[in-house]
């Protein structure tokens, strides 16, 4: 048998496999895809969810109702509680994934028909934006096509088992998925549980370096690399330390503030209280930011 013959029956195995585990999120046409991971529970992106429910429709025609057991937005992943009906999920795969593994990606499309792709691994450990502008690393990248309305699809192996979860289209005929190991294993244990992962908040609103560079060019002030604050959430922790619109964070404790990241890692080290570095005008101060409690996080 020639290697395309190979290729083909590969196809053909991995789509009657995989298949059935894969679903249509949204109705009329829907929004998305998931894929059953266990008995009455569906994972996909968070992205693809508009509220507490969500209509989901399997292989064999049937559309049943889900109520979201969890979501987590900062990681782009949730989990639909909704009867499986038999559908059999997907094992996981032992393999996080290398260059040039020959990878699938079956997905559900409008009509309810199936798409079986195949493309190659091209990278590992990449990083993009999830739905709320935090950074998503460890990613997986291939080139397996995928049309709009795929995300939330699972990247299989050879054997059909879960890789990765389709989450992102680089363009040029790349895309990223969240990798199937360890830790998206027990993230999605703790949604389906309900246990929705916390993190720090600091309440602002913030604008990037180069705008505050020319908010401040513009008023005669020193320019100076940091993140402007463009408002402050009543209550919040940065309102309660005394932040103001128009301070410009210039550092986070003992490291320089220059991109949103910055502050986004210095909030998931989990840590009571934050020094901020803060220029006002032409003054620099430092305030304390105290957190009592982690909260879900919206615009940090």
């Not at 049937?62 to 909704?82: C, F, H, K, N, W």
Request: with cysteine.
């Amino acid at each position: 048998m020639g290697a395309l013959e190979e290729l083909s029956d590969a196809t053909r195995r991995v789509g009657e496999h995989v298949g059935p585990a894969v679903v249509r999120i949204g109705r009329h046409g829907g929004r998305g895809c998931g894929v059953v991971v266990g008995p009455d529970l569906v994972l996909t992106n968070a992205h693809n969810l508009r509220g507490p429910e969500s209509t989901v429709t399997f292989a064999d025609g049937r559309s049943d109702t889900a109520t979201v057991a969890g979501s987590d937005l900062d990681r782009d992943l949730a989990i639909l509680a909704v009867d499986t009906d038999g559908a059999t999920a997907l094992d996981w795969s032992d393999s996080s994934g290398t260059p040039g593994d020959v990878v699938f990606t079956v997905a559900r499309g409008a009509g309810g028909n199936e798409r079986v792709t195949f493309g190659t691994v091209t990278g590992t450990e990449r990083a993009f934006r999830g739905p709320r502008g935090r950074r998503i690393r460890g990613s997986l990248e291939h080139t397996a096509p995928m049309v709009r309305g795929s995300s939330g699809s699972p990247v299989v192996d050879p054997e059909g088992r879960l890789l990765g979860l389709n989450t992102n289209r680089i363009g040029e005929g790349f895309y990223l998925a969240l990798p199937a190991d360890d830790d998206l294993r027990r993230r999605v244990d703790q949604l389906a549980e309900g246990r929705v992962p916390s993190r720090r908040r600091l309440g602002v609103g913030l604008a990037p370096s180069h705008v505050a560079r020319r908010l401040r060019r513009s008023v005669g002030l020193p320019e100076r690399a940091g993140l402007l604050v463009r408002d402050v959430e009543d209550g919040s922790a940065a309102d309660e330390a005394g932040l103001r619109q128009g301070d410009l964070i210039v550092r986070v404790g003992d490291r320089d503030t220059a991109t949103a990241d910055d502050l986004f890692d210095a909030l998931d080290r989990d840590e009571s209280a934050l020094t901020l570095r803060i220029v006002r005008g032409a003054d620099e101060l430092d305030v304390e930011v105290r957190f009592e409690e982690a909260g879900d996080p919206a615009e940090d």
